[in-house]
Structure formats: C-alpha cells, structure tokens
C-alpha cells in the first residue's frame, strides 16, 4: 500500500509526522472534506494541500506526474515548454538550481515586480525556490530574498538548492502566508506565483502582506481567479484547491479585500494566454470556462 508522509505543523515547528495510506488519502478527497467552512475542515484541506505538494517536492506522486499541483496536467508537459507559455526566458531557466524550477507556477510575477537592486523580496508560497532563485539575481548581493512556503519538503528542497548552488542571499521559511514568519514594514517587493488561490482566508493573506511591506512597497503576484461559478464536482474535490482552481476568487472579491487590507493603486490584469495556459492543466475539465490566470497588483 501506498504511504503518504505528511510533517504537522504547530507555530513554525514540525512536531510530529503523519503517516498515510491510501484509504486515508482517499478520504481527504470526498466531497464532504472537500467543504472547508469549520476550522477542522480548514485544517484537513491544508493537510492535504501539504501531502500533495510534499509528494511533488519529494518526487513522488501516484500517478508519476504532479496532476493535482499548479501547472501540471497528465501526462505532464515538458517543465521547460511550461516555464516558456508563462513567459519566462530561456536565460532564466539556466540561470536557477536544478530542480527549483517544478512547472507549478502560472504565469510570471517579475513582468509585473520591477525588481530593484538592493530590495527585499518576499515570495508567498516559494515551493522549490524557483522564483527566489530569480529574485536572488536580480536584487544583488545588497539585496535579499525570503521565501516562505508550509510544506516542510519544499522548504527542505529550496534550501539545498540554494546551498549546492552557493546562494547566499536567498534563505526559506517553513511558515504559512496567513501567519507570516516576517517581521512589520521589512519588505520591498512581495512576489507569488500560483499560491493565493489555495489559501481558506485571504483576507489574512492580504493583511499578512500588508504587515510586512515598507510604506510604498509593492504587492505583485500572479495567480488563478474565478470569472464564474465552477460546477459542484470541480468545486468539491479537494484536489481541485491543490489544483489550484477549486479555491481561486472573483477579481471583484480579491479587489475588495486588497483595499480593506489597507492597499491602493489596486490592479487585475488578465494574463493574455490564460486560456491556453488553463487548457493545458485538467484537460477535459474546460477549467479555462471558470478560472483564469491574472497579474494581481498594489502598493502599500
Ligand atoms: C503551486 S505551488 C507554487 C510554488 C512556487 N511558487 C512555484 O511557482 O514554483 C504552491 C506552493 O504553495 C505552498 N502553499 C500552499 N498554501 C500555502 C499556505 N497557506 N502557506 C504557505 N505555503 C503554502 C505549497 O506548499 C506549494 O509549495
């Protein structure tokens, strides 16, 4: 039988591993759990969302490809063609570590961060330190970058990326986007790609990132948003909210919640090839009809 390891978090420590069979795994995927309304129902989907992603990170999904992660479709595409439909350059594919760069991402947060030499950047959700890897080069060595992600295997995988790699102005957080580990007013630039979606409270998220950016700094993301209602059984299927498209929210809603957060200069931009991007990852499924992919940005 199949085994999961899944490491609980309690404050930013692992405390205890979490050993799952596949029955177990199943039941994380009825659409009863799939509800994420209660407090345990919140925490089950983020035990989920971790498995998941743990599996990615660790090279060891089910199926032999990451179907229920961001970006990836069955079988899944080469992660190079991938990175280019996102609008990364073949310069910056060769640039990062091997295997920081996993194809979850949807789309390409530095069209829209213009990063500064010197800056702090903060990336929500880094996974394999992909887009850190990016930032890193950017920023120089005056400037510094933060990734923060809740999967302590991607955690762990970013951070021997970065030490094979000899980066020195990089480092990983083990941490959720709604309890940042980053102290107030610290950070230039926050940058995400593919993330915010999954989260069950992004209001906190917003606030979260409100927190720690200096006045004046930005927010500059990229992320999946719903432009209709998905149907019952794409909603409820928990492996759609790691999927990143089960959890994604109206353009209007995010808007809202940035302004509440605190944020002005408010912008959603479409991303021009969402819908080939969308087509490509649950093909069959025509998510591309309910979600798309959009540059999120605003300034603190
Ligand atoms: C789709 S992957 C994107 C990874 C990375 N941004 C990239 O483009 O390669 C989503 C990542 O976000 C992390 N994640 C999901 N929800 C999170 C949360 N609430 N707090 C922190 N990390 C989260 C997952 O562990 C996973 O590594």
Same mark, same amino acid.
Request: charged share 25%.
């Given at each position: 039988m199949g085994q999961g390891n899944l490491k609980t978090l309690v404050g930013y420590e692992?405390?205890?591993?979490?050993?799952?069979?596949?029955?177990?795994?199943?039941?994380?995927?009825?659409?009863?759990?799939?509800?994420?309304? !209660? /407090? @345990?129902?919140?925490? $089950? =989907? %983020?035990?989920?969302?971790?498995?998941?992603?743990?599996?990615?990170?660790?090279?060891?999904?089910?199926?032999?490809?990451?179907?229920?992660?961001?970006?990836?479709?069955?079988?899944?595409?080469?992660?190079?063609?991938?990175?280019?439909?996102?609008?990364?350059?073949?310069?910056?594919?060769?640039?990062?570590?091997?295997?920081?760069?996993?194809?979850?991402?949807?789309?390409?947060p530095f069209a829209i961060a213009n990063l500064q030499q010197g800056d702090v950047v903060l990336d929500l959700g880094s996974g394999g330190g992909f887009d850190c890897f990016?930032?890193?080069?950017?920023?120089?060595?005056?400037?510094?970058?933060?990734?923060?992600?809740? !999967? /302590? @295997?991607?955690?762990? $995988? =970013? %951070?021997?990326?970065?030490?094979?790699?000899?980066?020195?102005?990089?480092?990983?957080?083990?941490?959720?986007?709604?309890?940042?580990?980053?102290?107030?007013?610290?950070?230039?630039?926050?940058?995400?790609?593919?993330?915010?979606?999954?989260?069950?409270?992004?209001?906190?998220?917003?606030?979260e990132a409100y927190r720690v950016l200096k006045k004046g700094g930005k927010f500059a993301i990229s992320d999946i948003v719903a432009t209709a209602e998905l149907p019952a059984e794409l909603k409820e299927d928990l492996r759609g909210l790691s999927g990143c498209y089960a959890g994604a929210e109206y353009v209007g809603v995010i808007e809202q919640m940035l302004q509440t957060a605190g944020f002005t200069k408010v912008s959603l931009t479409p991303k021009d090839n969402s819908k080939e991007i969308l087509q490509s990852w649950q093909p069959g499924t025509q998510i591309e009809n309910y979600v798309a992919s959009y540059y999120i940005e605003a300034v603190k």
């Open positions: 692992v405390k205890e591993e979490i050993t799952m069979n596949q029955t177990e795994e199943a039941k994380l995927n009825t659409p009863e759990l799939a509800k994420t309304n !209660t /407090p @345990e129902q919140k925490e $089950k =989907a %983020r035990k989920h969302i971790r498995l998941n992603y743990a599996k990615i990170a660790q090279g060891t999904t089910q199926t032999g490809c990451c179907a229920t992660g961001c970006g990836c479709s069955e079988p899944q595409g080469d992660i190079t063609d991938v990175s280019r439909q996102l609008g990364y350059q073949d310069t910056d594919l060769e640039a990062i570590p091997d295997g920081a760069n996993m194809g979850l991402g949807c789309g390409n990016l930032a890193s080069r950017q920023v120089g060595e005056e400037g510094h970058v933060i990734g923060v992600d809740m !999967t /302590p @295997e991607m955690v762990s $995988k =970013a %951070r021997l990326n970065a030490e094979k790699s000899g980066n020195t102005n990089v480092e990983f957080r083990l941490g959720e986007i709604e309890n940042l580990p980053v102290a107030d007013e610290s950070v230039n630039v926050i940058i995400s790609n593919c993330v915010v979606n999954m989260s069950m409270d992004k209001q906190r998220v917003f606030k």
